[in-house]
């Protein structure tokens, strides 16, 4: 089944809040996340859906504390929050509800009740969102789209900060490219990476093809084994430098702490955001690299200037279509209630 082909009309709007629960499920699986490693779990007992992390599923060279995996849910959230008001549905969201539990991450509690539906535009994009690594037009973004996104991470808590002229881009660009190259150094960073490429066909659901590289998808094994083999640290700096200063605009998503609560915060924002871009008709890809590695997070904080901490970094444009990436089944991310 293709999991970004939903009918909403099969939105079981007459029946039970578990039973729309459910159905949001299908939105919040559509989330990014790092390597599409798709780290969440979903619960769903009554009235209340559980989000969890699963940390089966972590990136411990990349990611060591979990940050972008807990930035990964936040996103998963963010979309059934955004499908849940489409839907009509009156559902209030608890982030970190039980000290007790970490893995817990939200919980969403419905109360049965309608309330006015909200604008379709955010809803239509989740099901239009990709991950675009291909280079951009050089066309500027409209400041207006700028704005919308930045206001829509103001309304999760986060700052969504844009650097546009050529200079502060350029200094960004070094950043990535000096990231690029400490990162491919690390043999365990590519060997971690290289276990996440596999073909889309493969059985997991999960991971990156080739395709999502510019490389046929069957290559994909082949592309893993270059990762893991050789330092092209060279290479891919020259390759990111060039994209991130072609893009229109790179984006900064910052909290002021850099705990749990503000990683949700930066992944609700992150979505959000994204959604408001997609809804314009642009795209956008990341490039993380200056956050992942811990020398280059406070340059990055420095080039910004806000004080706050820096949580993910996007580029964003006009790019071409692309097919979506692969999402595990629903009943694959399902706690049994
Ligand atoms: C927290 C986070 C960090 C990410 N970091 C990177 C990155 O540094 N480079 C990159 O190419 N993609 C990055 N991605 C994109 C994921 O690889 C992508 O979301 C995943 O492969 C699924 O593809 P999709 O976004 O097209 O659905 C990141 C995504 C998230 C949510």
């Known amino acids: 089944m293709d999991l970004w082909t939903i009918d909403e009309h099969d939105y079981p709007s ?9 159905f949001l499920v299908r939105y919040a699986i559509l989330a990014p996340s790092g390597h599409n490693t798709q ?10 859906l559980e989000l969890f992390a699963d940390r089966t599923r972590a990136l411990p060279v990349v990611d060591p504390v979990d940050r972008a995996m807990v930035i990964s849910c936040g996103a998963a959230l963010a979309n059934l929050m955004v499908a849940a008001e489409r839907f009509g549905m009156d559902a209030t969201a608890t982030l970190l509800p039980d000290a007790r539990e970490p893995d817990l991450l939200a919980a969403v509690r419905s109360t049965g009740a309608r309330r006015a539906t909200s604008d379709p535009a955010l809803f239509s994009a989740i099901t239009k969102r990709r991950t675009t690594r291909r280079a951009f037009e050089p066309t500027p973004v ?13 309304s999760c808590g986060a700052g969504l900060h844009w650097i546009i002229e050529p200079e502060r881009k350029h200094r960004a660009a070094e950043l990535i490219a000096e990231g690029d190259r400490l990162q491919c150094a690390d043999p365990s960073f590519r060997r971690e990476l290289a276990s996440w490429v596999r073909s889309r066909r493969a059985a997991g659901r999960d991971g990156m093809s080739g395709y999502a590289f510019g490389m046929p998808d069957l290559l994909s094994p082949v592309g893993a084994l270059i990762i893991r083999t050789f330092d092209m640290g060279t290479v891919q700096a020259a390759k990111d430098q060039a994209l991130a200063e072609g893009s229109p605009a790179i984006g900064v998503f910052t ?13 609700q924002a992150m979505q959000r955001a994204l959604l408001s871009i997609t809804a314009a008709g642009l795209t956008s890809s990341y490039l993380n690299q200056p956050i992942e590695v811990p020398a280059l997070r406070p340059r990055l904080a420095m080039l910004l200037g806000t004080g706050e901490s820096p949580q993910i970094l996007i580029r964003v444009g006009r790019g071409p279509e692309l097919l979506p990436a692969v999402r595990r089944a629903v009943e694959d991310v399902m706690l049994s209630a």
Do not use: H, K, Y
């Not at 409209?142 to 103001?154: I, M, T, W």
């Open 14 to 22: 007459g029946g039970t809040p578990e039973a729309q629960l459910r």
């Open 39 to 48: 780290p969440w779990l979903f619960r769903v007992r009554g009235d209340r």
């Open 255 to 267: 909290t002021r702490g850099d705990g749990a609560a503000d990683w949700l915060a930066a992944g």
């Open 142 to 154: 409209p400041e207006a789209v700028l704005d919308s996104a930045s206001a829509q991470a103001a």
